[in-house]
């Protein structure tokens, strides 16, 4: 019998695989077709969204792209009940593809599971090897052998600080205290990010074992996934699947048969970024406003509730059991001397493959660009990928051949973060990007800080009169000395980063602040208040189009004669560039 996979993650359901899937389902009530129909998770190819999978009798995989309700119906004549594949439409095969390229680089340990099991269903879980790892800890290791795999991993926090995760773990197996604790960071509030999000809708239970092995190594019984509420979807899943582990006598009183306990409860964030944080974090469960304090003491020794607490994101907690299974070797041996295992990266931006990609580290970024992203979309000009969100900062593409480890990226003045890579082409203003991060950067602010309070706000106002055409000599200088500031006298990790997209700009791209301010310029036609619209009357067919398009009336001129826009009464909006099909319409 045949079985049909539905991509259901939010990157699925946003594209109208929810849509594709009820299609699917009416055509086999209607035609009583015998097929087996799955919900699955995001299998990184977000691009080529809604995603179906066919599987056949003969264990043959069919992965269909861009699939409509309409498409949906097509496939289940030909190739459900007819075993025609639809060739036209399949992206992933045992033919090959052009979309074979964005998983050919591509180590999947994270994302194993994601795409291939249902999220909902512990079974296929366990069939796919869950579970296995947590039952080898409690029968073969002692909690110090568990830390010491970790350890010779070299599995590196996944959250965006790169602290070894061994380290960690012993520290909060030392520390003093009658009750410890694990949380799961899954405050993932990084513009641009969703490596997080995607894992915990697609395979649930692999990041709670790897928080079952962990709490076993520091000798906790209590657990907590902070996940924001923006994440419906994640949070469900998680519900569920912690239902189902529980139901197992997988959670809760003597685990697997062992005299072992471990419980895990769900917290929602409201959506603070600054809740990323660790020590805000734990503010906020604690039902206190988030607000990050000073360290030491640290959260191994002083955490959640005053008592030793390990925190590691999703992301690292999802490696654990591969580890476990797999032995810390197989991970070491991939990567680079600093820098051990795999990293997932969100691709965003101005990218023509945008999802998710789980790479070897030691990768460059012109391998993730090209050979996985496929490239810039519409064939422009590949400039820069900004990476770790507001807290990272712009790498230019002349370093595009820079190995991705977490040593050589702090060396750039960004930072590996979490794991967004945000691509941009030679139509995106550095100037105006490095404004978008730290205006949200300023709004999300605890305001604890002065510094980082009063700080960033002068450092946008001033990014702001640059991109409006006031800038004035000096502002580069005041930028840099603000950002030192801040850097030097704030409390958190957050706000001693948040200066990083500005330092990194105004060190790659100092041109663009130069024709900012001296020229009045914005060399890629980004910032509306610099530019002046204009029509080549020699080009201008009269075809009225730009004039209708027009929202303020700015463009006259009659019918099949030369146009003039009112530079006065021009909003700059560009729709009549956009309209133009003579290319009439000049860009100054």
Known sequence: ??????????????????????????????????????????????YREPLMEVIDEQSRSFIYGDVTPEKA??????????????????????????????FSKQKRIVLRNCGIIDPNSI??????????AIQKVLKEYTPEDVIDIITRSGLRGRGGGG???????????????????????????????????????????????????????????????YCRAEYPKAVKTLRDSIRQALSRGFLGKNIFGSNVNFSIKIKEGAGAFVCGEETALIASIEGKRGMPRFRPPFPANKGLWEKPTNINNVETFANVTWIILNGPEAFSSMGTDDSKGTKVFALAGKIARGGLAEVPMGITINEIVFDIGGGIKDNKKFKAVQMGGPSGGCIPASMGDL??????????????????????????????????????TQDESCGK?????????????????????????????????????????????????????????????????????????CPAHSCSALLTYTIKTDACKGCMLCAKACPSEAIKGEKKKPHEIDPAACVKCGKCFETCKFGAVLIN
């Open 1 to 46: 019998m045949k079985t049909i996979k539905v991509g259901l993650g939010t990157c699925g359901v946003s594209a109208g695989g929810d849509k594709t899937y009820e299609a699917i389902k009416d055509e086999i009530e209607k035609q009583n077709i015998q097929v087996i129909l799955k919900e699955t998770g995001c299998n990184g190819m977000c």
């Open 73 to 102: 119906k097509r496939i289940m004549t030909d190739h459900i009940l007819s075993d025609k594949p639809v060739s036209e439409w399949v992206v992933q095969s045992n033919v090959p593809s052009e979309d074979d390229s964005f």
């Open 123 to 132: 079974e296929e879980y366990i069939a796919a090897g869950g579970y296995q």
């Open 163 to 225: 602290f070894l995760s061994g380290v960690k773990w012993k520290f909060a197996r030392q520390a003093e205290g009658d009750h410890k604790y694990i949380i799961c960071n899954a405050d993932e509030g990084d513009p641009g990010a969703f490596m997080d999000r995607s894992t915990l809708e697609s395979d649930p239970h692999s990041v709670i074992e790897g928080m079952m092995i962990c709490a076993y190594a520091i000798g906790a019984e209590d657990g907590y996934i």
């Open 403 to 440: 190995q991705i480890d977490y040593q050589k990226i702090n060396k750039t003045g960004a930072i590996m973060g979490s794991g967004g890579l945000v691509v941009m082409d030679e139509t995106t203003c550095m100037v105006d990007m490095a404004k978008f991060f730290l205006r949200f």
């Open 449 to 521: 800080c002065t510094f980082c309070r009063i700080g960033t706000k002068r450092m946008l106002e001033i990014l702001e009169r640059i991109t409006d055409g006031n800038g004035v000599e000096g502002d580069v200088a005041l930028l840099q000395d603000l950002a030192y500031q801040i850097r030097n006298n704030t409390i958190c990790g957050l706000g001693q980063t948040a200066p990083n997209p500005v330092l990194t700009t105004l060190k790659y791209f100092p041109e663009e602040y130069e024709a900012h301010i001296r020229d009045k310029k």
